[in-house]
């Protein structure tokens, strides 16, 4: 995608040399690895001047270990989810269509692994992740060295986010901003914290009079060399 942005980018009066990519929630997932991970780059190298990881889903910064959003079960978050419109939940199983085995589109919801869930997981989550299978891949060592600048941006009503905690900063979002600021000033990320915005309105604001996000962060990418 990059390697074909950046072939075409002038086309529509963009500058190759200065792009920035953006991802949002489940997306950091990717992007994280991406950036974390210099045997996937193009052979023009990571093609980035910049990223902004914003509500972020925790991807691997092993050693590094944020706390499991919603406790032991991050499903949790969901546990409410569909009651206001009379069902028990987005967790329940009311409302499966007839036939659909557990964990099929439509089904009930998988029970847990064998010997009950993960640490940090939930229903269907699968089996225990081996701790050095997660800190070779960790997208931490990269991220302490690369020329990447990074921003790190939430609501402070996003999923995670605690407004009297920390003013409603992600603790994924701390805990990588203080670990990379350890390496001095040219890698510490820039944090964002939008006030007033949920995990969904701070992206769908984009585009909109709303520039409580948008603004802030076109600031940032002009200050990015």
């Known amino acids: 995608m990059l390697e074909w942005v950046e072939a075409n980018i002038s086309k529509y009066h963009g500058n190759p040399n200065r792009m920035f990519i953006w991802a949002h929630s489940a997306g950091n997932m990717p992007l994280g690895t991406y950036i974390g991970h210099p045997e996937l780059y193009g052979p023009n190298g990571v093609g ?3 990223v902004i990881f914003m509500s972020a889903a925790a991807f691997d910064i ?6 499991p ?7 949790s978050i969901l546990a409410d989810a569909g009651k206001t419109c009379g069902s028990k939940g987005a967790m329940a199983s ?3 269509l007839p036939g659909r085995a557990p964990g099929q589109p439509g089904g009930p919801e998988l029970g847990p ?11 269907g ?3 225990p992740v081996d ?9 931490l060592p990269e991220l302490r060295k690369t020329t990447v600048k990074i921003m790190l941006a939430n609501g402070d009503l996003d999923i995670g986010a605690d407004p009297a905690v920390d003013q409603g900063v992600m603790p994924f979002n701390r805990m990588l901003h203080d670990e990379l600021c350890k390496d001095g000033p040219d890698h510490c990320p820039t944090l964002l914290l939008a006030n007033g915005e949920s995990h969904m309105s701070i992206v769908f604001s984009i585009d909109t009079p709303d520039t409580t996000v948008s603004g802030p962060i076109l600031a940032w990418i002009k200050t990015v060399k």
């Open 62 to 67: 092993a050693p590094l270990a944020p706390p």
């Open 131 to 139: 701790p050095a299978i997660q800190l070779a891949r960790s997208s």
């Open 69 to 75: 959003i919603g406790g032991s079960n991050p499903m």
């Open 94 to 96: 009311d409302g499966a």
């Open 113 to 123: 692994p064998p010997g009950g869930p993960r640490p940090g997981g939930g229903p």
């Open 125 to 127: 989550f699968g089996p």
């Open 48 to 50: 980035v001047k910049g």
